[in-house]
C-alpha cells in the first residue's frame, strides 16, 4: 500500500513538473523575449568615434536561434580634423537573426547577421547634409547571466555601409549592456 501511495505522488508530482520544465526552453510556439539597453561606440576607421545610446528587444525561438531589433542614438559626434569632416549619427535601426550557443548555465556566445539603415549629419566646411545609408551588419559577442533574467551583454557588430556614405570605409560598433529577460 505505501508503495502505491509513493508511486501516485510521484506521478502526481510529475505531471506538475514536466508543464514548468516545457517554459524554459523556448521554442516557436513558446518564445522568450527580452529587452537590453546599454552604450555603443562606433569606429568610422578613423580617430574617433560615435557614442550611441542603443536598445534592443529580441525574442528567442528556441535554444539556439531568434530574432532582435535594434535602434541607437549618436550622444556625441565624430569629427577629423584633417578635412574638417564632422558627422553624427541621430538615429539607426536593425534587425537581425541570432543564434546562441551555451557554453555554461550562465554564459553563452552570440553570433548575429541583419540588414540596418542609419540616419547620418554631415558637415564639412561649413557645407552640411543629410542622408539615410543602408548597411548589412554582422558580430559577435557573449552574455553572462547573474540571475535567470538579467543578464550583461558585450559584443561586436562591423556595419558595412551600402552606396554612397558619409562613413565610407563602414564602421566597427563596440558595447556594453544590460539584458533583461521577461
Not at 120 to 147: C, E, K, M, P, R
Amino acid at each position: 500500500m505505501k508503495t502505491l501511495i509513493a508511486a501516485a505522488a510521484s506521478l502526481a508530482a510529475l505531471s506538475f513538473a514536466a508543464p514548468a520544465l516545457a517554459q524554459t526552453a523556448p521554442d516557436l510556439t513558446h518564445p522568450s523575449y527580452y529587452f537590453s539597453l546599454g552604450d555603443s561606440y562606433l569606429t568610422p576607421g578613423y580617430n574617433g568615434g560615435i557614442d550611441e545610446l542603443t536598445g534592443r528587444i529580441g525574442a528567442r525561438l528556441g535554444q539556439n536561434w531568434g530574432v532582435e531589433g535594434e535602434i541607437a542614438g549618436g550622444i556625441s559626434r565624430y569629427t577629423n580634423a584633417a578635412s574638417s569632416n564632422n558627422v553624427t549619427e541621430p538615429v539607426t535601426g536593425a534587425g537581425y537573426a541570432v543564434g546562441y550557443y551555451p557554453i555554461s548555465p550562465k554564459i553563452e556566445l552570440l553570433a548575429r547577421i541583419g540588414y540596418g539603415a542609419s540616419s547620418l549629419h554631415q558637415t564639412i566646411n561649413g557645407v552640411s547634409a543629410d542622408s539615410v545609408t543602408n548597411s548589412v551588419n554582422f558580430g559577435a559577442g557573449a552574455q553572462y547571466w547573474l540571475t535567470g533574467v538579467d543578464a550583461i551583454r558585450a559584443d561586436y557588430t562591423r556595419r558595412d555601409y551600402l552606396g554612397n556614405s558619409a562613413i565610407p570605409s563602414g564602421a566597427d560598433v563596440w558595447g556594453v549592456s544590460y539584458v533583461r529577460r521577461f
